[in-house]
């Protein structure tokens, strides 16, 4: 006898209605009376694709993150169920997941992927000075009495986790206590270092989530890189173009001097070692990076790393296209060394541009969170970002000149009742020029595909 498709369409759709494997990670405990011990409860899987320190193993009802940075191991269970006896002891942590009592967190950087994520009331606990934390809805969760300052608020570490012994402790380095480690500093560029994004979403089964979000920054970092390409390539061949840009990534602290009675001295990207993340920008931007540890000044906390004194600055820097100021003191340096500063090229051409477009601290707490936007910036700073479609204002990279430079902006306030609205991406969509046409041809497919569409991808095994 012979079926016909339509109806062994039907018989498939009902096969998988009624299959017994999970179609989405559990976001609760299980009823530990029902567990098949069998059935994968962990369908969306989180896997490195660019990251070196971190990986996760599943197993059906419980999975195994390894951090190589740290060598450690921690063996989360799916809530309800029971953990394997053979893996008793191997590691440096045993918890159940989803967590059910949230985190305490030990820096700032921590708080965007959790925003991202939805997870602003996971925070119970924060170990640093909270007022630094630029997020206005965790100043509202501190103000509002869910958030404890741990140290600033009557109560230490020990004493905060006799009181709420299940919160996880998130940490950046090994302390000696009970924590779990997020190193994404230890990688170099920035798809690696977002990718512990997917480690975040791992500790609340969220992992569906998590691979959405970064497949969707990694569309537009990609996207935005290749029109960077694609354009310097035309830039040249039009003539327009003769040289690649070139920035400089640098900026001037005198703090060794007023503290220790050191010298001062100029801070220079280095992209010697590996490609940190300001080298992947300008790689990605298709500028050049000026970069040297050729400076006689030792780096008192780095052995091996040098900084320069202010003539090895200003011979190095002069010619730069583009200056990237990477510290809050640009007016100070600009008007005590302007006598120099103002033979720059960078300078003369008013193309300085500080870190402070989005506020003070934004950008060493949300910019690993959000480098596709950095990307953007830094791609538009070079004269290599293609905005014919969709129009990119600068959000990180703000210009220092002239007179005080551009207005920083501000992320604005959290009332109580914005505390749980979704987070949505603030970069710039893009479209990807089409090979070999005009400027004005576009792809028709942006590549900002809202979370269900990624989602529905990988439902049908598309991605």
Not at 43 to 72: L, V
Not at 273 to 289: I, T, V
Request: proline share 3%; glycine share 6%; with cysteine.
């Amino acid at each position: 006898m012979k079926i016909s498709t339509t109806a062994i369409d039907i018989i498939s759709a009902i096969a998988l209605f009624n299959a017994k494997p999970t179609l989405a990670n559990t976001k609760s405990c299980l009823d530990s009376d029902s567990v098949d011990y069998n059935n994968d409860y962990f369908p969306f899987k989180a896997t490195p694709k660019y990251s070196k320190y971190w990986d996760i193993s599943y197993h059906n009802t419980y999975k195994i993150m390894t951090n190589k940075a740290t060598s450690t191991t921690f063996l989360m269970y799916q809530c309800g169920t029971v953990p394997p006896a053979e893996e008793t002891g191997k590691h440096n942590m045993t918890f159940a997941v989803p967590l059910q009592t949230g985190l305490i967190l030990s820096s700032s950087t921590q708080v965007p992927q959790l925003e991202q994520l939805g997870l602003r009331r996971q925070i119970k606990g924060y170990l640093e000075y909270i007022d630094s934390v630029s997020s206005p809805c965790i100043q509202t969760l501190y103000s509002d009495g869910a958030i404890t300052n741990i140290g600033k608020d009557g109560i230490d570490l020990a004493a905060f986790k006799y009181y709420n012994p299940e919160t996880l402790l998130l940490r950046g380095y090994v302390a000696g206590d009970d924590a779990f480690y997020i190193n994404e500093a230890n990688e170099g560029e920035n798809l690696a270092i977002y990718e512990w994004h997917k480690v975040y979403g791992a500790l609340f089964n969220l992992e569906e989530t998590a691979n959405a979000q970064f497949s969707e920054m990694e569309a537009r970092f990609d996207c935005a890189s290749n029109n960077a390409a694609m354009i310097a390539q035309e830039k040249i061949d039009s003539g327009v173009g003769k040289k690649t840009p070139t920035v400089v990534w640098a900026s001037w602290s005198n703090y060794e001097e007023v503290y220790y009675g050191r010298e001062a001295y100029w801070d220079v990207a280095r992209c010697d070692e590996k490609n940190l993340y300001y080298c992947d920008f300008a790689q990605r931007c298709s500028a050049e990076l000026l970069h040297s540890n050729n400076g006689s000044i030792e780096n008192s906390y780095s052995p091996g790393d040098y900084h320069m004194t202010d003539e090895e600055f200003f011979e190095f820097a002069k010619d730069a296209d583009h200056w990237i100021y990477t510290s809050y003191n640009w007016n100070t340096v600009f008007d005590n060394f302007k006598d120099n500063l103002t033979e720059f090229k960078s300078v003369q051409n008013e193309e300085v541009f500080d870190t402070y477009g989005k506020g003070s601290a934004v950008w060493f707490e949300q910019r690993i969170a959000e480098a596709d936007i950095v990307l953007q910036d830094f791609c538009e700073v070079v004269g290599h970002y293609d905005d014919s479609e969709f129009s990119h204002e600068r959000q990180y990279l703000r210009k220092a000149l002239p007179d005080g430079g551009e207005e920083a902006s501000s992320l604005g306030t959290c009332e109580g009742s914005e505390v749980d609205i979704p987070w949505e991406s603030d970069a710039t969509q893009c479209a990807n020029i089409i090979p070999n046409s005009s400027f004005a041809m576009r792809s028709i497919i942006s590549v900002i595909m809202p979370l269900g569409a990624f989602t529905s991808l990988a439902l049908l095994g598309m991605m």
